[in-house]
């Protein structure tokens, strides 16, 4: 009996050991926590967009991606700031394309490629240079409150090598986040992949948007959906306060009335459109091109090509037909993609 006991006793600290000593060795196999080893993140995107800029002191990594996409959604970045408990999250909203609908808030939708920020190019400039502005002018936001954080000084010096938290590393981490908010999975996307094949309708409405007969590849260019540059698309003929545009940036009155041309992605998840929100269906948009276009000095050419100076003359089917078109714009894994949700 005592023996059995005593046999029963060493087996069970044999065991104890055995699993001590395995749960040991696998945490030695780990990187310790504060190890400065990012992970390079290998960034993906279709041939038919311009290749993404991304800032040579700025390298994607797995590391600084995660840490990115934790500040978007944490309101700590503004304590204190004048957009005091709120996260970017607040007014960029991901099932919306990153934007709130009903309001002329931007979205977020592969502006890696882009390089004029804001309705009226307030900057111009790389990712880090926009995120800068967020950071230190928008949101104001206090570097001490990540500095004095349980968890950010251990996983800034992850992705940049120090524990050291200026708006600069946070500008930083922000930036390699926005580079991977990429949207190229809409029904149009899977058609130029040949995956799938539009409706007549859809094809018929990239048809029109996509030669002179509607003219919108002009501006929306096929891919991003947008040319990055500014126009006056004829929404107004005299120009005073918010209407006045690219103007109020550069002081130059031949920028009057000219605003960033907006992407088309995922457009149909919103209500308001325009710089001031002045229309609220797609329909009304549309009619805007076709029929709305007001005369000022600095109207975009385009708009007035000869043929076009009482506008574009689609019936009701065409316009119908684009608006199909423009639907087909929506890509429902970018507003439910997991890694871009809040972590
Ligand atoms: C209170 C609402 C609000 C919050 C919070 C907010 N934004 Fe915005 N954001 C806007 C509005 C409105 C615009 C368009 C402003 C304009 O162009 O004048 C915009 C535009 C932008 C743009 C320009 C997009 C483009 O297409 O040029 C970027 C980038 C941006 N925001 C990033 C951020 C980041 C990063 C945060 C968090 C640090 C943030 N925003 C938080 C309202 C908000
Ligand atoms: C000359 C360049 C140009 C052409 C051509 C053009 N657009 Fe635009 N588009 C713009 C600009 C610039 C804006 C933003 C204007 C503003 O807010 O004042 C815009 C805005 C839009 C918007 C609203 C987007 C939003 O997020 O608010 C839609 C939709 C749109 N365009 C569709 C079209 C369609 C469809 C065509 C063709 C019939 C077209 N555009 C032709 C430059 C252009």
């Not at 004029?116 to 570097?143: I, L, Q, R, Y």
């Not at 991003?224 to 690219?246: A, C, K, M, P, Y």
């Amino acid at each position: 009996m005592q023996v059995l006991k005593q046999t029963l006793y060493m087996a069970a600290a044999i065991a104890v050991a055995i699993l001590f000593f395995s749960c040991r060795k696998k945490k030695a196999d780990k990187a310790p926590d504060d190890a400065y080893v990012p992970t390079p993140y290998n960034i993906q995107y279709p041939s038919y967009f311009p290749a993404m800029h991304i800032a040579e002191d700025n390298p994607l990594t797995v590391e600084g991606v995660e840490l990115g996409r934790k500040l978007y959604y944490d309101p700590l970045l503004s304590k204190g700031g004048p957009n005091d408990g709120k996260s970017c999250s607040s007014c960029h909203i991901q099932q919306y394309g990153f934007t709130l609908p009903n309001s002329i808030v931007l979205p977020h939708i592969n502006l890696g490629f882009n390089s004029n920020f804001s309705w009226k190019g307030a900057v111009s400039g790389t990712m880090e240079d926009m995120m800068k502005f967020e950071v230190e002018e928008f949101f104001a936001a206090t570097p001490a409150n990540f500095q004095q954080h349980a968890e950010y000084p251990t996983l800034f010096k992850r992705v940049f090598g120090s524990e050291t938290i200026t708006h600069k590393e946070l500008a930083y981490a922000l930036a390699q986040f926005f580079r991977t908010m990429i949207s190229s999975n809409s029904r149009f996307d899977k058609y130029l992949r040949k995956e799938l094949q539009l409706t007549p309708s859809e094809l018929n409405g990239f048809m029109i948007f996509n030669t002179e007969k509607g003219d919108c590849f002009h501006c929306h260019t096929v891919g991003l959906f947008t040319d990055n540059q500014f126009h006056n698309i004829g929404l107004d003929s005299v120009f005073t306060g918010e209407n006045q545009g690219r103007t109020e940036i550069t002081g130059m009155p031949t920028d009057l009335g000219k605003f960033k041309t907006s992407t088309l992605r995922n457009v149909a998840l919103r209500n308001s459109f325009m710089h001031d929100g002045r229309f609220t269906t797609l329909a009304q948009v549309i009619d805007h091109y076709n029929t709305g276009v007001k005369k000022s000095n600095t109207l975009d050419p385009i708009m007035t090509k000869p043929g076009k100076e009482f506008g574009l003359q689609l019936n009701a089917l065409e316009k119908a037909d684009l608006i199909a078109f423009l639907n087909a714009l929506t890509d429902e894994s970018f507003i439910t993609n997991p890694s871009l949700s809040k972590p």
